[in-house]
């Protein structure tokens, strides 16, 4: 969910691309923060952007979303539709 807020700038984008309420996504946020014990994002007028500690966690968090879309293709798919892969991770035509 951070990565889709990430990517999106937007807890109401990213709420409504995974089809959840954006105070339940407000919620997941708080909890990871207060589990990693640093905030993530900061609003820099009106646009959500990652904190140090955010911009660490994104790259890894790509990676690993293309690595399990790649060797599952309904993760590809998943993560295509919410726009966290790229047509790299697509099946293999039969």
Same mark, same amino acid.
């Given at each position: 969910?951070?990565?889709?807020?990430?990517?999106?700038?937007?807890?109401? %984008?990213?709420?409504? %691309?995974?089809?959840?309420?954006?105070?339940?996504?407000?919620?997941?946020?708080?909890?990871?923060?207060?589990?990693?014990?640093?905030?993530?994002?900061?609003?820099?007028?009106?646009?959500?952007?990652?904190?140090?500690?955010?911009?660490?966690?994104?790259?890894?968090?790509?990676?690993?979303?293309?690595? %399990?879309?790649?060797?599952?293709?309904?993760?590809?798919?998943?993560?295509?539709?919410?726009?966290?892969?790229?047509?790299?991770?697509?099946? %293999?035509?039969?």
């Amino acid at each position: 969910m951070f990565l889709l807020v990430a990517h999106h700038g937007d807890i109401d %984008a990213a709420a409504e %691309a995974l089809h959840v309420r954006a105070s339940e996504l407000r919620i997941h946020l708080a909890d990871l923060e207060t589990l990693i014990g640093a905030p993530l994002l900061i609003d820099v007028q009106g646009n959500l952007l990652p904190t140090e500690t955010g911009a660490v966690l994104i790259a890894p968090l790509r990676d690993a979303v293309q690595a %399990a879309a790649t060797a599952d293709p309904r993760i590809g798919d998943i993560a295509r539709a919410l726009g966290l892969a790229g047509d790299e991770t697509a099946p %293999a035509p039969v």
